[in-house]
């Protein structure tokens, strides 16, 4: 874990890098919207479009409070808050995506319903049914124990609560290309194959309800994000801005893994039996 939150963590000073990158390009921190931090927030591939989809699964009220494991920098979680009106805690591992978090949610007003600590995924320390609802994205593939993960989702579900999974899974195209945005190599990273989803999470009590294999939007996503930047240049601030000098070749290879189908980008949405 020490070796995964490392890897996130990249050069330090993360909250005063991404201050100065939106000062230098003059943007006003205090009218900020969950939309403007997107390019550095919402990291997982399909952006906000992707946590739309999820806030339509997990059929969410004003009243719902949702649990995000591994919560990154806030931005699903923020987003959630903001379109619903629900209240999310949000569990990370890596202490400065939690500084982070909770800076950029004073920053957008939404620090009310949004709560981000530093924890394991795997053992949150939330009493047992405690939550009505519950996602992860783009996590997993850092957890090799993922039972854990998906059992301790069940364990603080409520009855009849939506837990939905969003992650890269291994494709059936080779070995992925690395590094990649959640790894340098294969020692902290454990993608499973869709079939082994499909035992994984019924296993921790789920009965899955959908599932939808969104592997060429997301090469479709990527092409398109690729194109953006080379006619207008990137915005003030990307994921670059932790991953460091190697984002540029995480992001070809990423291309390259979706193109070859060595990894596939798949949503579960599932539900814990009433």
Known sequence: MNQVSAFYTGPGELLA???SALDAAGVDRTTLRTADLAAVDEF???GRRATLEIIEALALTADSHVLDLGSGLGGPARTLAEVTGCTVTGIDLTPEFCEVATAFSEWTGLSGRTSF??????ATGLADASMDAALTMHVAMNIADKHALYAEAFRVLRPGGRFVVYDVLQGE?????YPVPWANDSTTSFPVTLDEMRELLPRAGFDVVSEADSSAESLAWFQKMLAKIQREGPPPVT???FLGSSYAQMTANQVANLTERRIRTVMFVCSKPS
């Open 239 to 241: 994921f670059a801005t």
């Open 17 to 19: 890098a991404i201050g």
């Open 44 to 46: 997982h591939i399909r």
């Open 117 to 122: 600590q530093v924890g394991d995924a795997t």
């Open 173 to 177: 195209g080779g070995d992925v290309h």
